[in-house]
């Protein structure tokens, strides 16, 4: 989200479907309710809402980012507008509905026929397919190719950088290594998922799960025709099982969607699909695609990660701008890990004494104020379940505490401090405001903070990389995360689980691996009463956060601009993001 960025106040039910608040907790105007539409704009006015409902056709939708796609391969992308941006082009078993507000939440039949038949004791998954399904080049999608596209992520070496949460779940010590080296002549080897004919597919867990279909809904779990499938460059062109297919594609400048025309809307009734064509513009220049926001030319950005201070400031003073932009808190906690194997960070106390000398405030400013999010204390967003105001550091206080800092510098042996370096993608301004801040913090403890910028295109290999992060000295590391699904596992587990710690696209930067960290995960997975579920959550939580590996620096919001021609505009907190499978222009241009 990417990962989606959700929260979860009640375990998947019967029929998938969650029943309790939603991501974004207090976000402003509206109901959730499916008929609630809005067609007189204003702030928040796509926030738990439909603005401007409309099923009109036509027009090119022009999405432009100042961040480039991780990957446009549903195996390897975890940038959480990428898996937003899916929705055109990757269809999976189930998917979360195209409905505003917690509604959006809710896991829905999309290839799959139907909800699963979930065997008594929990651990058998069987799903049957729609009819008449295919790919953009006519050919049928059968189980065999879902079963096809969940093995490449087990190909590590080729597949990297996308959720592996399939792999934990599906292996079960076959140590299976994907496709590319599988001696099954048919290359589907994984003994975990069946697929006795073209249209049932059977999964088989070691234990029950209840946030297995959330994983059915991510986009590594999407078809992949073998016959089409090129490994490590299957990004450059994926087949499509959407409403779109790529026309155009060319890293770091632009991508174009057109319509698919082997798609059946009437197997998709979800999906709006209601623009000719959907354009993604990237550029170096952040501030210029805020001015094209608000000239016009520009109708969204595709990160959707809020304007820049400047233009913040020009929108929120003018009540005529103001009234085209949202502002919902996005599931993100914005941090620094604090990586303890590289020193002086295996020392505890010199983790403290970051803690302590921390000025929230300045790395609240730092993001754009409290319009971009809340100061926090802990490890699970405010809006999900099991999180509470734990807050050991005294981080909300918004100040920092020297004295502490400097007496843990004592206890550390380092009480004339040190240096150190810190890691940061140069092509996110708020993040090198963060870096820059914390950097100026310390100052004060003589901590010395050197600031290393490297392409945000390259996380998964530099900061999600524990041998680069090693040899390079990064004791801190600025980034966010926002829940892959919509539970305490789903934000904490990538961050916190030893047994997700991966070569590269790493996420658990402190490379926490507590066995008895993982035992709670395990615990809660199979806890089936969501409150008792949410104290394990929060026990993790408070653990991890005791062990000052995580800096947060905002629970956070993103005040983004919408162009007035939109229509069908709404915040999914499936992805704390405006869902952009709905949106149309009005104008039909």
């Given at each position: 989200?990417?990962?989606?960025r959700?929260?979860?106040?009640?375990?998947?039910?019967?029929?998938?479907?969650?029943?309790?608040?939603?991501?974004?907790?207090?976000?402003?105007?509206?109901?959730?309710s499916?008929?609630?539409?809005?067609?007189?704009?204003?702030?928040?006015?796509?926030?738990?809402?439909?603005?401007?409902?409309?099923?009109?056709?036509?027009?090119?939708?022009?999405?432009?980012?100042?961040?480039?796609?991780?990957?446009?391969?549903?195996?390897?992308?975890?940038?959480?507008?990428?898996?937003?941006?899916?929705?055109?082009?990757a269809?999976t078993?189930?998917?979360?509905?195209?409905?505003?507000?917690?509604?959006?939440?809710?896991?829905?039949?999309?290839?799959?026929?139907a909800?699963p038949?979930?065997?008594?004791?929990?651990?058998?998954?069987?799903?049957?397919?729609?009819?008449g399904?295919?790919?953009?080049?006519?050919?049928?999608?059968?189980?065999?190719?879902?079963?096809?596209?969940?093995?490449?992520?087990?190909?590590?070496?080729?597949?990297?950088?996308?959720?592996?949460?399939?792999?934990?779940?599906?292996?079960?010590?076959?140590?299976?290594?994907?496709?590319?080296?599988?001696?099954?002549?048919?290359?589907?080897?994984?003994?975990?998922?069946?697929?006795?004919?073209?249209?049932?597919?059977?999964?088989?867990?070691?234990?029950?799960?209840?946030?297995?279909?959330?994983?059915?809904?991510?986009?590594?779990?999407?078809?992949?025709?073998?016959?089409?499938?090129?490994?490590?460059?299957?990004?450059?062109?994926?087949?499509?099982?959407?409403?779109?297919?790529?026309?155009?594609?060319?890293?770091?400048?632009?991508?174009?969607?057109?319509?698919?025309?082997?798609?059946?809307?009437?197997?998709?009734?979800?999906?709006?699909?209601?623009?000719?064509?959907?354009?993604?513009?990237?550029?170096?220049?952040?501030?210029?695609?805020?001015?094209?926001?608000?000239?016009?030319?520009?109708?969204?950005?595709?990160?959707?990660?809020?304007?820049?201070?400047?233009?913040?400031?020009?929108?929120?003073?003018?009540?005529a701008?103001?009234?085209?932009?949202?502002?919902?808190?996005?599931?993100?906690?914005?941090?620094?890990?604090?990586?303890?194997?590289?020193?002086?960070?295996?020392?505890?106390?010199?983790?403290?004494?970051?803690?302590?000398?921390?000025?929230?405030?300045?790395?609240?400013t730092?993001?754009?104020?409290?319009?971009?999010?809340?100061?926090?204390?802990?490890?699970?967003?405010?809006?999900?379940?099991?999180?509470?105001?734990?807050?050991?550091?005294?981080?909300?206080?918004?100040?920092?505490?020297?004295?502490?800092?400097?007496?843990?510098?004592?206890?550390?042996?380092?009480?004339?401090?040190?240096?150190?370096?810190?890691a940061?993608?140069?092509?996110?301004?708020?993040?090198?405001?963060?870096?820059?801040?914390?950097?100026?913090?310390?100052?004060?403890?003589?901590?010395?903070?050197n600031?290393?910028?490297?392409?945000?295109?390259?996380?998964?290999?530099?900061?999600?990389?524990?041998?680069?992060?090693?040899?390079?000295?990064?004791?801190?590391?600025?980034?966010?995360?926002?829940?892959?699904?919509?539970?305490?596992?789903?934000?904490?587990?990538?961050?916190?689980?030893?047994?997700?710690?991966?070569?590269?696209?790493?996420?658990?930067?402190?490379?926490?691996?507590?066995?008895?960290?993982?035992?709670?995960?395990?615990?809660?997975?199979?806890?089936?009463?969501?409150?008792?579920?949410?104290?394990?959550?929060?026990?993790?939580?408070?653990?991890?956060?005791?062990?000052?590996?995580?800096?947060?620096?905002?629970?956070?919001?993103?005040?983004?601009?919408?162009?007035?021609?939109l229509?069908?505009?709404?915040?999914?907190?499936a992805?704390?993001?405006?869902?952009?499978?709905?949106?149309?222009?009005?104008?039909?241009?």
């Open positions: 989200m990417t990962r989606n959700t929260l979860a106040a009640a375990a998947l039910v019967a029929t998938l479907a969650l029943t309790t608040a939603a991501c974004g907790g207090s976000k402003g105007g509206g109901t959730s499916e008929a609630s539409a809005s067609s007189k704009g204003g702030f928040n006015a796509a926030v738990d809402k439909v603005l401007n409902a409309s099923d009109k056709k036509g027009g090119t939708l022009n999405l432009w980012s100042s961040t480039d796609v991780d990957s446009l391969d549903p195996g390897r992308a975890y940038y959480a507008s990428v898996w937003n941006y899916e929705r055109f082009y269809r078993l189930l998917a979360f509905d195209g409905k505003p507000g917690k509604e959006g939440l809710k896991l829905v039949p999309d290839l799959a026929a909800q038949e979930i065997a008594a004791d929990g651990k058998t998954y069987t799903f049957k397919l729609k009819k399904l295919k790919f953009e080049d006519g050919s049928p999608i059968t189980t065999k190719d879902i079963k096809y596209g969940i093995e490449r992520i087990f190909a590590q070496d080729v597949v990297a950088g996308g959720p592996t949460y399939l792999i934990n779940s599906l292996d079960q010590g076959q140590n299976y290594k994907g496709p590319y080296t599988d001696s099954d002549p048919n290359k589907l080897g994984l003994k975990t998922v069946e697929t006795p004919d073209d249209t049932t597919i059977v999964f088989h867990l070691a234990a029950p799960d209840s946030s297995f279909p959330f994983l059915l809904a991510m986009g590594s779990a999407s078809p992949v025709p073998q016959k089409l499938d090129t490994g490590a460059k299957y990004g450059d062109k994926p087949v499509s099982s959407g409403p779109y297919k790529f026309k155009t594609v060319e890293p770091g400048k632009n991508y174009e969607l057109v319509r698919n025309e082997n798609w059946d809307p009437a197997s998709d009734p979800f999906r709006k699909a209601l623009p000719d064509v959907v354009k993604l513009t990237i550029t170096t220049n952040a501030d210029d695609m805020d001015a094209r926001q608000l000239d016009g030319t520009a109708d969204l950005d595709w990160a959707q990660t809020g304007l820049s201070q400047a233009a913040q400031a020009k929108v929120l003073t003018d009540p701008l103001k009234a085209n932009t949202d502002d919902p808190y996005n599931g993100f906690i914005r941090f620094i890990s604090i990586v303890p194997k590289v020193a002086p960070f295996d020392n505890i106390h010199c983790r403290k004494a970051v803690m302590y000398a921390a000025d929230t405030t300045a790395l609240q730092a993001r754009g104020g409290s319009v971009a999010g809340s100061t926090f204390g802990s490890m699970l967003p405010p809006n999900i379940l099991g999180s509470d105001d734990y807050d050991p550091f005294e981080l909300t206080k918004g100040k920092p505490n020297l004295d502490k800092a400097k007496a843990e510098l004592k206890e550390c042996g380092k009480p004339d401090g040190f240096t150190t370096t810190i940061v993608r140069g092509n996110k301004a708020k993040e090198v405001n963060s870096a820059v801040a914390l950097q100026t913090a310390l100052k004060a403890i003589n901590v010395t903070v600031v290393d910028q490297y392409d945000g295109k390259l996380l998964a290999s530099v900061a999600g990389s524990p041998d680069t992060v090693h040899s390079k000295g990064y004791g801190l590391i600025v980034a966010g995360w926002g829940a892959d699904y919509p539970n305490g596992a789903g934000y904490m587990q990538p961050l916190m689980d030893g047994r997700f710690i991966t070569k590269t696209g790493n996420s658990n930067y402190p490379e926490t691996n507590d066995p008895a960290i993982n035992a709670l995960f395990d615990k809660a997975a199979a806890e089936k009463d969501p409150a008792k579920a949410a104290e394990i959550y929060k026990q993790i939580n408070h653990t991890v956060v005791d062990s000052a590996v995580w800096l947060p620096i905002v629970a956070d919001k993103a005040l983004n601009y919408r162009n007035p021609r229509t069908n505009v709404f915040v999914n907190d992805f704390g993001e405006v869902d952009f499978q709905a949106l149309g222009v009005s104008d039909g241009k």
